[in-house]
Structure formats: structure tokens, C-alpha cells
């Protein structure tokens, strides 16, 4: 026990420490992209069954918009086969840049959380789980609310069967973003931007207060378990 404990092994146990901060601080760049690519990869891939999830989801619905064209699926399978034949394979990535873009909602979401908690930590010296429910379902609806647009844009884009800008037919392309938002404000409005806000907010807002709160109470037991000092104080 002594010699684990002697000075020659906290000589090497600071070292250590040392030259790996010197490392997370060089290579930290890289880690952060690796986690954005992440994001893109995850979008790329999962895109295609959120384009035959959308369809399914609103075939039969009756559209008061004359742009839209039902849609008549027989099922997943069936769903990928007529994309793919009547509006090519890259029909399936429909949306892909509005979904890029949002995933900057979850950075949104624990901007304002780390905000809002730093806040009220500097009121109390420990935050209740009801504190950690609110501020948690406040700054997901932020979230929500600012990327919303996008999201509306993003589920017309998906669902394919609208008529887009006649100069630019690329589905997804930034021209046809900005021209999909300019043809819902002037038909509905701001606030056709924010149409189905409500139960939006009313799901996501609910799912990330349970999630910090879950969150939160799991690095508490485990800052008490390795004898540290919780995250919620100061």
C-alpha cells in the first residue's frame, strides 16, 4: 500500500491526468465534428422512413389545399416502390436540409436549459425536481418554437406531393425552403408557420421535462455513489 500511495506514483498519477487534458484539449475539435457527422449520417439514412412514415400517416386525410395530391399506399414496401418509380430514389430524401438544420434544436434545447438552471442555482443552493420539470419542458419549448417553421417545411417536403418554386424543381434545396415559407405566410399568415404548434409543444415540451428530470436525478445518485459533489449545487 505504501508504494502504490509513495510520491513516485502521484508524480505519474499527475502526468497522466496531464497529458490527457493536453490531448481532449488538442483532439477536442475533432470529436465535436465526429458528433456532427454523426448527426448527418443519422439523418442521411433515416430520412427515407420518415418520407413512407409521413405518407402512411396522412393517406386518406382530406387536404383543403388543392397543391396537394392524395397519396394511395398498399403498405411499406408498396410505399418505397412508388416513390421510387414515380418520383426517382432521391424522392426518399426529401426534406434532408431542413433536417440538417434542425438538428441545431437540441442545442437550442441545452443552451437555454444549462441557462436557465445556472439561474436559479444562483437563487438556491440545490434545484427540486420540480424546478429541474420546468425549466426543462421551458427550454424545450423554446426549442420547438424557434425550429417549428422548419419542421412545416420539412413535413410538406417529406410528403412529396405539393407543388414546389417552377424555376427550381429540387426538392429540399434552400430556394425551395424559403419559397415553401413565403407561399404559407401569405396564405395563412405568421401563423400558418405554427400551425399544430400546440400539441407539438404539448408532446416535446412534456418528453425532454421527464428526460432532464430522469437525467438529473441519475448523475445526483451517481455523484453520491462516487462520493462527489452533486451537479446541483454550487
Known amino acids: 500500500m505504501a508504494s502504490v500511495l509513495s510520491y513516485e506514483s502521484l508524480v505519474h498519477a499527475v502526468a497522466g491526468a496531464v497529458g490527457s487534458m493536453t490531448a481532449m484539449t488538442v483532439f477536442f475539435p475533432l470529436d465535436t465534428a465526429r458528433l456532427r457527422l454523426q448527426g448527418v449520417v443519422n439523418v442521411l439514412l433515416t430520412t427515407p422512413l420518415w418520407v413512407v412514415n409521413t405518407r402512411l400517416k396522412l393517406q386518406g386525410a382530406k387536404f383543403r389545399n388543392e397543391d396537394i395530391v392524395p397519396t394511395n399506399y398498399n403498405g ?8 421510387i418509380r414515380d418520383e426517382g430514389i432521391l424522392a426518399l430524401w426529401n426534406g434532408t436540409f431542413p433536417s440538417l438544420l434542425l438538428v441545431f434544436n437540441p442545442a437550442i434545447q441545452f443552451m437555454f436549459y444549462e441557462g436557465l438552471k445556472r439561474q436559479l442555482l444562483k437563487k438556491r443552493m440545490k434545484l427540486s425536481s420540480v424546478d429541474v420539470f ?18 412545416t417545411v420539412q413535413s410538406i417536403l417529406r410528403f412529396g406531393h405539393h407543388r414546389l418554386n417552377p424555376e427550381n424543381r429540387t426538392l429540399g434545396s434552400l430556394r425551395n425552403i424559403l419559397y415553401l415559407l413565403h407561399q404559407r405566410v401569405r396564405r395563412f ?12 409543444l404539448l408532446q416535446t415540451a412534456l418528453t425532454a421535462a421527464l428526460m432532464f428530470l430522469v437525467y438529473e436525478k441519475l448523475t445526483a445518485a451517481t455523484f453520491t455513489v462516487m462520493g462527489l459533489k452533486s451537479a446541483h449545487k454550487r
Open 189 to 200: 399568415g405568421i401563423m400558418g408557420l405554427y400551425k399544430g404548434l400546440e400539441a407539438k
Open 76 to 83: 411499406i414496401i408498396d410505399a418505397f416502390h412508388q416513390i
Open 134 to 151: 420546468i425549466i426543462g419542458a421551458i427550454a424545450k419549448a423554446i426549442a420547438t418554437t424557434v425550429t417549428y417553421p422548419l419542421q
